[in-house]
C-alpha cells in the first residue's frame, strides 16, 4: 500500500468519525503544529485549539463529498493550522511576520472562508437550540443529532406511544425553525 | 395536507424512505405547487444545518477523546494551570530578557537617584533662606524650659515661663481658632504660643504640619483666645494671576510689618507648581504670613526667599490649605471664609481689619 493509499483510508475513516484514524492523524501531526505555534508567539494550549480546529476544517472537507487529496494530509493541516495561527495572532495584535517562511503550503484561504461561514451557521443554530426550552431541546437533540428512534425517544421521555412523541417532536421542530430563521435572516 | 404531515413528507423523501409511488406523488405535488416545493427546500436546508451540528459535536467529542488519550501517554502537554505554570514557563522563557532588563533598570534608577541627591537637594538647601526669625536666647533658659516643658499642649506651662527661640507670622483661617503658617517654623518645635498686636499670648499646637508643602496649622488651645466675629479675607481654590498686586502683613520684629509687591511667577522654587514666586521685601520672621491680593484674597502663605536674589520670595499656594483640610476633616472641623468682606475698601482700612487676624507665632 503506498502512502496515497494509506492516506486516502485515513480521510475515510476520519469521515466516519473513527476514533482509530483521528487518533492516527494526532499521533503523526500534532508535535509539528505545536512547535510551530510555540515558535511563533504561542503557547502549547493554542496549539490544542487550533490543531482541533483543524482536524474539524479536514473533517468537513472530507464529509463534503467534493474532496480531492491534491496533497499529503500533513501539509493539509499544516498549512490551516499556520493560517489558522497567523489570524489569531493578527487579531491579538502580536503578529510576527517571520511566520511567512517558506514552509510547503498549499493554499486554504477559501476553505477557511467557508469554514467561518459554517462556524457562524452552526452557531445560530445553537442559539436556537438553547432557546426553545426543555423538553424540546432534549427531544431534538435526541432525534436528529443523537438519532434515536421515535419509539426509543417516546419511552425516554414517557410519551404513550411513538406517534405522540412525533407530533410532540413537530411541534418543537416548528419552533425551532422559526427561531433560527429570524436569526439566521439577520446575519445571525 | 396539514403542516406536520407535509413536514414527515419532506423528512421521509430527505431520507429516501418513501415507497416509489409516494415519491412520483410528492415530486409531482411539488412541480405544481410552488410554495410545497419552497417549503421542502427551506426544510431540507434547515434540517441539513441541523444534522450537520449533531455531526460536529460528535466529531468533537472524538476529538477530545484522542487528545486525552494522548494527553495520558504524554504526546500533547497538559492544560497549563493558568497561574504558576504560566509564569513558570513565561520564566524559562524570557528570562534572560528579564535579566538584562532588570540590570539596566537598576542602574537607572541607581544614577538617577544620586544625580538628584547630589542636585536637587544641596541646591534647595543652599540657595534659599527660611524666613524664620530666631531669636536670641541662652543656654540657661533654654535648659531651664526643658526641664519644665514636655509636649506643646502641656497646661502647666504659663505664659510668663516661656522664652521663645524663634518667632514667625500666622493668620486665623477659622475664626475658632486655627492659624495657618509654615511648617518649618515650628519644626522640632516644644511649645508654640501666638501673640496678638496687642501682646496677648495664647498657646497653641499644630494639628497639621507637612513639610513637603510647608504648610502647618495650629489649633488654639487656650480658652482665654478671644474669638473674631469674622475673617475679612477669603481664601480662593483657585490660581492667582501673573502680576496680581500682593501685600502681606508679619512679624519679622515685635511690631506688624506691611510689605507690598506683585506675583511674579505661577511657580516655585525649581518650578514647584505648589508655591509661587513672588517680588516683595520679606525678612526672617515673615515665614507664615499671608500673602493678599486687592480683593482680600488669601492667595498664599510666604515660605522662603532665594538667598542670592533679592525680592525673589516663594510662597505656597492657598490650594495647599484645601488639601490639608481634606486630609485632617476627620479629626478637626475647620470651615474657611469664603466671602472676603475687605475686598474694595482703602488698603489702609484693609490692614486695620486684617491686623486682628495675623499673629506672631513664637516657640521653643
Known amino acids: 500500500m503506498n502512502i496515497l493509499e494509506q492516506e486516502q483510508l485515513l480521510l475515510q475513516g476520519l469521515a466516519a468519525n473513527d476514533k482509530k484514524a483521528v487518533e492516527t492523524i494526532y499521533r503523526e501531526n500534532y508535535l509539528t503544529i505545536q512547535s510551530f505555534i510555540v515558535k511563533n508567539n504561542g503557547y502549547p494550549d493554542d496549539a490544542r485549539d487550533i490543531f482541533q480546529e483543524a482536524m474539524i476544517v479536514l473533517y468537513e472537507k472530507v464529509t463534503s463529498g467534493s ?31 517571520s511566520a511567512e517562511s517558506i514552509d510547503e503550503v498549499v493554499s486554504v484561504e477559501e476553505e477557511l472562508d467557508a469554514h467561518e461561514k459554517r462556524n457562524a451557521d ?38 404513550t406511544n411513538a406517534d405522540n412523541a412525533k407530533t410532540q417532536k413537530y411541534k418543537c421542530l416548528v419552533r425551532l425553525k422559526k427561531i433560527f430563521f429570524a436569526q439566521y435572516k439577520n446575519g445571525g | 395536507m396539514d403542516d406536520t404531515l407535509l413536514l414527515d413528507a419532506i423528512e421521509r423523501y430527505k431520507k429516501g424512505e418513501m415507497t416509489p409511488e409516494e415519491k412520483t406523488f410528492f415530486d409531482e405535488l ?73 540590570c539596566i533598570a537598576a542602574i537607572v534608577s541607581i544614577g538617577t537617584a544620586v544625580l538628584v541627591t547630589i542636585y536637587s537637594d544641596k541646591k534647595k538647601e543652599n540657595n ?95 480658652t482665654s483666645f478671644k474669638r ?46 505648589t508655591s ?27 515660605s522662603s526667599k532665594e538667598t542670592n536674589a533679592d525680592g525673589v520670595v516663594f510662597a505656597i499656594k492657598s490650594k495647599n490649605i484645601y488639601k490639608a483640610l481634606e486630609e485632617i476633616k476627620t479629626s478637626e472641623s475647620i470651615k474657611l471664609p469664603s466671602v472676603a468682606t475687605i475686598k474694595g475698601i482703602d488698603r489702609v482700612h484693609q490692614i486695620k481689619k486684617i491686623e486682628d487676624c495675623v499673629f506672631m507665632v513664637k516657640g521653643n
Not at chain 1, 67 to 91: D, G, P
Not at chain 1, 122 to 145: F, H, R
Not at chain 2, 239 to 255: H, N, V
Not at chain 2, 283 to 297: A, L, M, Y
Request: hydrophobic share 35%.
Open chain 2, 228 to 273: 473674631n466675629n469674622i475673617l475679612p479675607y477669603s481664601i480662593p481654590k483657585n490660581t492667582a494671576e501673573l502680576g496680581e498686586q500682593i501685600f502681606t502683613l508679619g512679624y519679622p520684629r515685635e511690631e506688624v510689618v506691611y510689605g507690598e509687591g506683585y506675583l511674579s511667577a505661577k511657580s516655585g522654587y525649581s518650578g514647584d507648581t
Open chain 1, 122 to 159: 452552526l452557531i445560530v443554530m445553537e442559539n436556537a437550540l438553547n432557546k426553545i426550552g426543555e423538553p424540546c431541546k432534549s427531544l431534538l437533540e435526541a432525534y436528529y443529532l443523537q438519532k434515536k428512534s421515535m419509539p426509543e425517544i417516546a419511552e425516554f421521555f414517557g410519551y
Open chain 2, 128 to 222: 534659599i533662606t527660611w524666613l524664620k526669625g530666631q531669636i536670641e536666647k541662652t543656654k540657661e533658659d533654654v535648659a531651664q524650659l526643658k526641664k519644665q516643658a514636655t509636649l506643646p499642649s502641656a497646661p502647666f506651662i504659663t505664659k510668663k515661663q516661656f522664652n521663645p527661640t524663634f518667632r514667625a507670622t500666622g493668620f486665623l483661617i477659622d475664626i475658632s481658632g486655627y492659624i495657618a503658617t509654615s511648617a518649618h517654623v515650628i519644626n522640632n518645635a516644644n511649645n508654640l504660643v501666638i501673640e496678638n498686636k496687642k501682646g496677648e499670648q495664647f498657646i497653641a499646637i499644630p494639628v497639621y504640619v507637612n513639610k513637603n508643602s510647608d504648610l502647618a496649622i495650629l489649633k488654639v488651645t487656650d
Open chain 2, 30 to 102: 411539488r412541480k405544481n405547487n410552488p410554495d410545497i416545493d419552497q417549503m421542502a427546500v427551506e426544510h431540507t436546508f434547515f434540517l441539513n444545518e441541523l444534522e450537520r451540528l449533531g455531526e460536529r459535536k460528535l466529531f468533537k467529542h472524538t476529538l477530545d477523546e484522542v487528545e486525552n488519550t494522548l494527553v495520558n501517554e504524554g504526546i500533547i502537554a497538559k492544560k497549563q494551570l493558568k497561574s504558576k505554570a504560566k509564569i513558570v514557563y513565561l520564566w524559562n522563557r524570557y528570562r534572560r530578557t528579564i535579566a538584562v532588563a532588570a
Open chain 1, 67 to 97: 474532496f480531492e487529496l491534491t496533497c499529503q494530509i500533513k501539509t493539509y493541516l499544516y498549512s490551516v493550522c499556520r493560517r489558522l495561527w497567523l489570524k489569531r495572532l493578527q487579531q491579538m495584535q502580536r503578529y510576527n511576520p
Open chain 2, 276 to 302: 509661587y514666586q513672588i517680588s516683595i521685601s520679606v525678612n526672617p520672621g515673615n515665614s507664615g504670613g499671608p500673602v493678599i491680593n486687592k480683593n482680600g484674597e488669601v492667595i498664599g502663605i510666604i
